[in-house]
């Protein structure tokens, strides 16, 4: 199954700007989904950073900012639109869970597009957590 959605995840981003072949899976979704609000080291500051109403977090200190713990589960709800992040009024942020799942479904099919849509959230919230100082 780990092979299954593995497969699937470098299918459906073979088309990105960045290759995930080049880097891993979660790093080629933070650079292509988010990366122009959250800058290229998660520290609030790329390039449409300035065009937002209200300023994108530095996601490099959410540890620091939680207790030295990342809020691994609270990054995967903010994701995947569970949590609504009171900062972005309403909704400034797009629901990346909403957004893969719908490309995901397409491609692989309703069932396995959910599971490929959830790796895809949790490499994401993986690679963020290596962004933390």
């Known amino acids: 199954m780990n092979r299954l959605i593995a497969a699937a995840i470098l299918m459906a981003t073979s088309s990105w700007p960045i290759a995930a072949q080049e880097m891993g899976y979660g790093e080629s979704e933070f650079i292509n989904s988010c990366?122009?609000?959250?800058g290229?080291?998660?520290?609030?500051?790329g390039p449409l950073a300035t065009e937002l109403r209200t300023a994108p977090s530095d996601l490099s200190l959410l540890s620091e900012r939680n207790g030295d713990e990342f809020p691994y589960q609270l990054?995967?709800?903010?994701i995947d639109g569970r949590y609504i992040v009171p900062g972005h009024g309403e909704r400034?942020?797009?629901v990346w869970g909403r957004e893969f799942s719908l490309s995901d479904a397409?491609?692989?099919?309703?069932?396995?597009g959910a599971a490929v849509t959830q790796e895809r959230v949790r490499q994401l919230a993986r690679y963020i957590e290596t962004l933390q100082k």
């Open 35 to 38: 990366a122009l609000c959250h």
């Open 92 to 94: 400034d942020m797009p």
């Open 75 to 78: 990054v995967l709800a903010i």
């Open 106 to 112: 397409r491609l692989f099919g309703a069932e396995d």
């Open 40 to 45: 290229v080291r998660g520290k609030g500051d």
